[in-house]
C-alpha cells in the first residue's frame, strides 16, 4: 500500500470486500474493485453540512465493512455542497428538498431537455412534530407573533436551499415584501443562527435546532414552522446524472443508502450514546445536545408523486411570487428508482 492509500485509509471506512446476495450489486462492485482507477472510483466523497452525521455515523459502524471508503466532507450550506458536488469534488450533496428548485430555474437550460445534471436520490426527516426542521422565529422582545407582524424587522437568511424558500414562503404569508423588512443575507444558516442567537437580528428563518434553545429559555419564539406552509423539509442526497446512469457507481449509492437507513436505525436504538458524541465530539451544550438527540431521529421519506406534486406547488408559487424567474417541472430533480433500497417497514 502506498503513503496515499494509507493517508486515505486513516480518514475513510474501507474494509475487504464482503459478498452481497443480489448478483448484479455483486457484479457491479467486483468490476469496481477490479477497474484501472481503482483507487479513485472506490470511494465514495459524501458531503453534510455539519459534522454530526460524519461523527454519529463514524460511531455506528454501519460503514465499517463497506467495499469502498467513505469520505465525510463537512461543507457548510447549499452553496457549498452544490459547487463542490458539480466539480467532483463530493460525490453526494447534502441539501433540503427544495435546493434544487432554485437551482434549476437559476439554469440557463431547461432540465427537462436532458439529462439532469443532478437528481435527489434519498430524503429523510425528523420523526416528532414537536421537533420542527425548519422555522421562522422571532425575538421575544419583538412581540411578534403573527407572520404579519414581522413587518419592519431586521430578518437573517442564507440563500439556497430550504432555509430560503422558508424565508421566500413566510415573507407571502405575511403578506410582505423584501422592501417593507431589512433583509440579513447570511452565507450559510449556521452564520444566521448565530446572529439571531446573539439578538443581533429579529427574525431567523432556518433549521429550528439551531435556534431551539433559546426557544426553550423564552427568549424568542416560533411565528411559522415549514409544515403550517406545506414544505416537506427533508434532508436530501444528491448526486450527479451520469454517476446514476453508471452501473458500478449506482451500485455503490444503493449500498450506501442501504447502510444510511441502517445507521437512522442505530441512532433511534442509541440515543445515550448519541447525546455523549454531541457533547464531547460536536461540542455542544447539555441543553442544545438532548435537544438534538430528538430532533435528529430520522427515517427515509418515499420519493413519490404526492412528494414531487407538493414539491411543484412550491415551485410556482415561488414563480407566481416572482421569487424564480421562470416556471419549471420539478420532476426531473427526483430520482424514483432507489425508493426500493430506502423503503422502511
Same mark, same amino acid.
Given at each position: 500500500?502506498?503513503?496515499?492509500?494509507?493517508?486515505?485509509?486513516?480518514?475513510?471506512?474501507?474494509?475487504?470486500?464482503?459478498?452481497?446476495?443480489?448478483?448484479?450489486?455483486?457484479?457491479?462492485?467486483?468490476?469496481?474493485?477490479?477497474?484501472?482507477?481503482?483507487?479513485?472510483?472506490?470511494?465514495?466523497?459524501?458531503?453534510?453540512?455539519?459534522?454530526?452525521?460524519?461523527?454519529?455515523?463514524?460511531?455506528?459502524?454501519?460503514?465499517?465493512?463497506?467495499?469502498?471508503?467513505?469520505?465525510?466532507?463537512?461543507?457548510?450550506?447549499?452553496?457549498?455542497?452544490?459547487?463542490?458536488?458539480?466539480?467532483?469534488?463530493?460525490?453526494?450533496?447534502?441539501?433540503?428538498?427544495?435546493?434544487?428548485?432554485?437551482?434549476?430555474?437559476?439554469?440557463?437550460?431547461?432540465?427537462?431537455?436532458?439529462?439532469?445534471?443532478?437528481?435527489?436520490?434519498?430524503?429523510?426527516?425528523?420523526?416528532?412534530?414537536?421537533?420542527?426542521?425548519?422555522?421562522?422565529?422571532?425575538?421575544?422582545?419583538?412581540?411578534?407573533?403573527?407572520?404579519?407582524?414581522?413587518?419592519?424587522?431586521?430578518?437573517?437568511?442564507?440563500?439556497?436551499?430550504?432555509?430560503?424558500?422558508?424565508?421566500?414562503?413566510?415573507?407571502?404569508?405575511?403578506?410582505?415584501?423584501?422592501?417593507?423588512?431589512?433583509?440579513?443575507?447570511?452565507?450559510?444558516?449556521?452564520?444566521?443562527?448565530?446572529?439571531?442567537?446573539?439578538?443581533?437580528?429579529?427574525?431567523?428563518? *432556518? /433549521?429550528? !435546532?439551531?435556534? =431551539? #434553545? &433559546?426557544?426553550?429559555?423564552?427568549?424568542? +419564539?416560533? @411565528? $411559522?414552522?415549514?409544515?403550517?406552509?406545506?414544505?416537506?423539509?427533508? *434532508? /436530501?442526497? !444528491?448526486?450527479? =446524472? #451520469? &454517476?446514476?446512469?453508471?452501473?458500478?457507481? +449506482?451500485? @455503490? $449509492?444503493?449500498?450506501?443508502?442501504?447502510?444510511?437507513?441502517?445507521?437512522?436505525?442505530?441512532?433511534?436504538?442509541?440515543?445515550?450514546?448519541?447525546?455523549?458524541?454531541?457533547?464531547?465530539?460536536?461540542?455542544?451544550?447539555?441543553?442544545?445536545?438532548?435537544?438534538?438527540?430528538?430532533?435528529?431521529?430520522?427515517?427515509?421519506?418515499?420519493?413519490?408523486?404526492?412528494?414531487?406534486?407538493?414539491?411543484?406547488?412550491?415551485?410556482?408559487?415561488?414563480?407566481?411570487?416572482?421569487?424564480?424567474?421562470?416556471?419549471?417541472?420539478?420532476?426531473?430533480?427526483?430520482?424514483?428508482?432507489?425508493?426500493?433500497?430506502?423503503?422502511?417497514?
Amino acid at each position: 500500500m502506498t503513503s496515499a492509500n494509507r493517508a486515505s485509509a486513516k480518514t475513510a471506512f474501507a474494509t475487504p470486500f464482503q459478498r452481497w446476495g443480489a448478483l448484479f450489486l455483486a457484479g457491479a462492485l467486483a468490476a469496481l474493485s477490479c477497474a484501472t482507477t481503482q483507487a479513485a472510483d472506490a470511494r465514495l466523497k459524501v458531503g453534510y453540512q455539519d459534522s454530526t452525521l460524519p461523527e454519529l455515523a463514524r460511531a455506528s459502524g454501519v460503514f465499517d465493512d463497506a467495499p469502498y471508503g467513505v469520505e465525510w466532507v463537512v461543507l457548510p450550506g447549499p452553496a457549498a455542497q452544490l459547487s463542490a458536488v458539480y466539480s467532483k469534488a463530493i460525490d453526494l450533496a447534502h441539501l433540503g428538498d427544495t435546493s434544487l428548485i432554485i437551482e434549476q430555474a437559476k439554469a440557463p437550460d431547461a432540465w427537462a431537455q436532458k439529462v439532469p445534471p443532478l437528481q435527489i436520490i434519498a430524503g429523510w426527516r425528523n420523526t416528532d412534530a414537536r421537533y420542527p426542521r425548519i422555522v421562522t422565529a422571532a425575538r421575544t422582545r419583538t412581540n411578534a407573533e403573527r407572520p404579519e407582524d414581522l413587518k419592519g424587522r431586521k430578518w437573517a437568511f442564507n440563500f439556497g436551499g430550504l432555509n430560503y424558500v422558508q424565508y421566500l414562503l413566510a415573507l407571502k404569508k405575511a403578506g410582505l415584501t423584501a422592501s417593507e423588512i431589512e433583509p440579513v443575507q447570511f452565507g450559510d444558516g449556521n452564520a444566521a443562527a448565530t446572529a439571531f442567537n446573539a439578538d443581533h437580528v429579529d427574525v431567523y428563518s *432556518g /433549521v429550528g !435546532a439551531l435556534v =431551539g #434553545e &433559546a426557544v426553550e429559555k423564552g427568549q424568542a +419564539r416560533i @411565528v $411559522l414552522t415549514s409544515d403550517d406552509l406545506d414544505v416537506p423539509t427533508l *434532508g /436530501v442526497f !444528491a448526486a450527479r =446524472g #451520469e &454517476a446514476i446512469a453508471d452501473p458500478a457507481r +449506482r451500485a @455503490v $449509492l444503493d449500498d450506501f443508502l442501504g447502510r444510511l437507513g441502517r445507521y437512522f436505525a442505530w441512532y433511534s436504538a442509541n440515543l445515550d450514546t448519541v447525546e455523549r458524541i454531541y457533547v464531547d465530539r460536536v461540542k455542544q451544550s447539555a441543553a442544545r445536545a438532548r435537544y438534538y438527540v430528538e430532533f435528529g431521529k430520522a427515517r427515509f421519506r418515499p420519493i413519490d408523486a404526492d412528494l414531487i406534486r407538493r414539491e411543484q406547488k412550491i415551485a410556482d408559487t415561488l414563480f407566481e411570487a416572482g421569487a424564480i424567474a421562470r416556471k419549471i417541472d420539478v420532476g426531473v430533480e427526483f430520482n424514483t428508482t432507489f425508493n426500493a433500497t430506502t423503503a422502511v417497514d
